[in-house]
């Protein structure tokens, strides 16, 4: 009886010693689980995420994109940032059109600023223009054709009327 006895003691012992570990593993187990069982689907889902680029990395050949663009002409340290002619190009738009918020007293002087600006935007991505060879209602024409050559590189431009925004396709 006496050994009997001790294992009922051990017993007793062994059940206070593990009964918080069991309250414990009852009341967060579930947070557990979830923690294991969902390391399947996040590793499945990265896999898939990382064929996915590789497959547009595949699909898209950079090297044929910029093909056409001369990267030297973004190392010139005299060059302004791409960003700077998008606002400038943004700000004399608004302006010429009458937005800007003050009269326009020199539309001729915007008109040539503005030109300038899509020049400069065009020689840093690659787009031929011929704004300098043409006047009238055919220099009009190739500043629309600009715009929309610099939108399809990737430069955001205002819109071409005042009620509606451009959208990237």
Known sequence: ?????AMLLALV?????CL???????????????????????????RRERRTIAGLDRAVD?????????????????????????ADLWRLRAYRLGRGGRPVVWPLLLIQAYDERL??????LGVPEH???LDGVDRE???IRVEGALHAAGL????ATTDHRQRHR
């Not at 012992?13 to 010693?17: A, D, E, N, P, S």
């Open 1 to 5: 009886m006496e050994i009997g006895r």
């Open 13 to 17: 012992i062994l059940l206070v010693v």
């Open 20 to 46: 918080p570990a069991a309250v414990v593993l009852v009341c967060c187990g579930d947070d557990r689980l979830e923690r294991i069982a969902g390391v399947w689907p996040r590793w499945r889902a990265r």
């Open 62 to 86: 950079a090297d044929t994109l910029t093909r056409d663009i001369d990267l030297t002409e973004f190392d010139r340290p005299d060059r302004r940032p791409v960003e700077q002619l998008a």
């Open 119 to 124: 020049r400069l935007a065009c020689r840093c």
């Open 131 to 133: 704004l300098t060879e």
């Open 141 to 143: 024409i190739e500043r």
């Open 156 to 159: 955001l431009l205002p819109a």
